[in-house]
């Protein structure tokens, strides 16, 4: 058997279609221009990639984007001011802070001073709250971006057994909060969890979000599954380097019914699920 391949890069054009209509609209007819703020503290290169990709993106869609670049060594108490003043700007509905943040920043305090109605990340603490308790909030994106493929892919997803391999608070956790409200059966396993390859055997959903290179084989994978590899990992390839999932994609698409590509898969549906929160944002700000 050889799986399905779930084209995420042609599904997350599709989405950012649909914000780019919103968009449109919300000029149009409200004379509101949603605009996204992404902050990026040093010069980590993949970091430097992805705030490039947002920056572009953000404006191909019709909105305003803002970007603050700051040195390494900016001390917290700037970072903090800085989200201060982005909080109280109208024109901005969206506020990123790239992460990870240099050792001497916490994050989870950064993260905190973040309005939560202008956290389009969905990492603080009142969204992680209003996720697991069922409320209405920002989803975190990249696993809303797995949610809508698993979600196209199966239509419902209620009553099948979903493994997710890794507990992250920005992917692995609400993963799991947000299959289980899909009505799921949900395992949260990691690098820990006794006997991990049986585990995975038994997903009809085998979610990967470990940062391991090509950690998880074709024979951890039932036969069937929708493997859904959130990894991102570049490794050495002759003199130059490739970009790899978590799962070794040759042999667990001998095996499973559906699987997503690195690159390709999960990786351009975060970007489109960041701009469709930050419509929402707009959207909920406007009233
Ligand atoms: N770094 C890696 N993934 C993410 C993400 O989804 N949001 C932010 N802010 N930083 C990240």
């Known amino acids: 058997m050889t799986a399905h391949i779930i084209d995420g890069k042609a599904f997350a054009a599709q989405v950012r279609a649909r914000v780019a209509d919103q968009v449109a609209m919300l000029k149009d007819q409200h004379d509101l221009t949603p605009g996204l703020a992404v902050v990026l503290v040093g010069e980590d290169p993949a970091s430097q990639v992805y705030v490039r990709s947002k920056g572009k993106l953000t404006v191909e869609v019709g909105m305003a984007s803002f970007e603050h670049r700051l040195d390494a060594g900016t001390p917290q108490s700037d970072l903090l001011a800085l989200i201060a003043r982005l909080n109280a700007d109208p024109e901005i509905h969206g506020i990123l802070v790239q992460l990870p943040l240099p050792s001497h920043i916490d ?15 969905g990492f603080h603490i009142s969204n992680v709250g209003l996720l697991g308790t069922g409320q209405k909030s920002m989803v975190p994106c990249t696993p809303l971006g797995c949610l809508m493929m698993l979600r196209a892919h199966h239509g419902s997803l209620s009553g099948m057994n979903a493994v997710v391999v890794g507990r992250s608070n920005i992917v692995g956790k609400p993963m799991a909060q947000l299959l289980l409200g ?8 990691h690098s ?5 390859p049986a585990i995975c055997r038994g997903a009809d959903i085998l ?7 090509e950690m998880i084989p074709g024979d951890w994978v039932k036969p069937g599954a929708t493997v859904i590899d959130v990894g991102i990992n570049r490794v050495a390839h002759g003199d130059k ?31 489109a699920c960041l701009l469709a929160n930050t419509v929402t944002a707009a959207c909920r700000a406007h009233g």
Do not use: W, Y
Not at 207 to 213: D, E, I, L, Q, T
Not at 242 to 257: I, N, R, Y
């Open 241 to 271: 380097t490739k970009l790899v999932g978590d799962v070794h994609f040759e042999s667990a698409a001998q095996v499973a019914g559906a699987i997503t590509p690195v690159p390709g898969g999960v990786g351009p549906m975060t970007i």
């Open 107 to 121: 994050s989870d305090l950064v993260i905190n001073a973040i309005d939560p109605a202008k956290d389009v990340d």
């Open 192 to 196: 820990r969890s006794k006997d991990l």
């Open 182 to 189: 899909d009505s799921c059966t949900v395992t949260i396993a």
């Open 207 to 213: 979610v990967a979000a470990v940062g391991r290179p």
